[in-house]
């Protein structure tokens, strides 16, 4: 289903909720959000995440099922496998996933940002003599 406008998390949770699989088919860094809302959104933990190696979500959610959205064979192959995937299976990867989310949120986020920052060190310049 293609919605064309923003939507609020409570008028898009019911289509989280209800999809077999999640696409995401960046072909640059974006649509983590996407991915991640849809992850969190799944407490059943079913469903699979279908999610292109060119977003940034990629690094942390290894149990989506990664693709390069160049290759529609690679992402008709991920489609497939998703839909077929065993119950037992998708449950084990959403929890994982679940979890990641859980622990790389946005209070750690913030916190890494402020220890990099923190250890940011200007070079002292020399004073000049007059």
Not at 23 to 46: C, I, P, Q, Y
Not at 76 to 92: K, T, V
Not at 96 to 118: D, F, K, Q, S, V
């Amino acid at each position: 289903m293609f919605l064309k406008k923003h939507h609020s998390h409570q008028e898009i949770l019911p289509f989280y909720r209800l999809s077999d699989l999640c696409l995401v088919t960046s072909l640059h860094d974006g649509m983590n959000l996407v991915a991640k809302e849809f992850v969190a959104s799944r407490s059943d933990e079913s469903g699979v995440l279908i999610l292109s190696r060119f977003a940034g979500a990629s690094r942390e959610m290894r149990d989506a099922l990664i693709i390069n959205p160049y290759d529609s064979e690679q992402m008709a192959e991920a489609i497939h496998q998703a839909l077929a995937m065993d119950p037992d299976e998708q449950s084990a990867r959403m929890k994982r996933m679940r979890a990641t989310i859980r622990e790389n949120n946005i209070y750690r986020w913030a916190g890494n940002l402020i220890t990099e920052l923190c250890n940011v060190r200007l070079p002292v310049r020399a004073e000049k003599e007059s």
